[in-house]
């Protein structure tokens, strides 16, 4: 069982940055495909990037330029750097994690991984 724990999250002005991280207790990280997923009051949980296979990367249209996956493999720790944040980025940040085995698995569909983190909010102002 891996265990996620996201951290990162707070209150930001628009076009600021953040960098949200997934530590995972299962070692090594390179055997998870990693991905985030957010989800804002009354909506559903949205794919936003996935790391996928160790080196294929993935973005959702609405935050491709200025959101980046990427992994520390020493600290066996995801991150997501996010910049020029906008309003619409508010929601609750997940973190989730997939075996090797989820290979034919689609990366933006949140039923194709099998581990997630308790979620760290994310509030954008204006």
């Known amino acids: 069982q891996v265990q996620l724990l996201e951290s990162g999250g707070g209150l930001v002005q628009a076009g600021g940055s953040l960098r949200l991280s997934c530590a995972a207790s299962e070692r090594p990280l390179a055997n998870y495909n990693m991905a985030w997923f957010r989800q804002a009051p009354s909506k559903e949980r949205e794919f936003v990037a996935a790391?996928?296979?160790?080196?294929?990367?993935y973005y959702a249209d609405s935050v491709k330029g200025r959101f980046t996956i990427s992994r520390d493999y020493a600290r066996n720790t995801a991150y997501l750097q996010m910049n020029s944040l906008k309003p619409e980025d508010t929601a609750d940040y997940y973190c989730a994690a997939a075996g090797a085995w989820a290979a034919g698995r689609s990366y933006s569909s949140a039923p194709s991984y099998d581990y997630w983190g308790q979620g760290t909010p994310v509030t954008v102002t204006v």
């Open positions: 790391s996928w296979r160790g080196d294929f990367t």
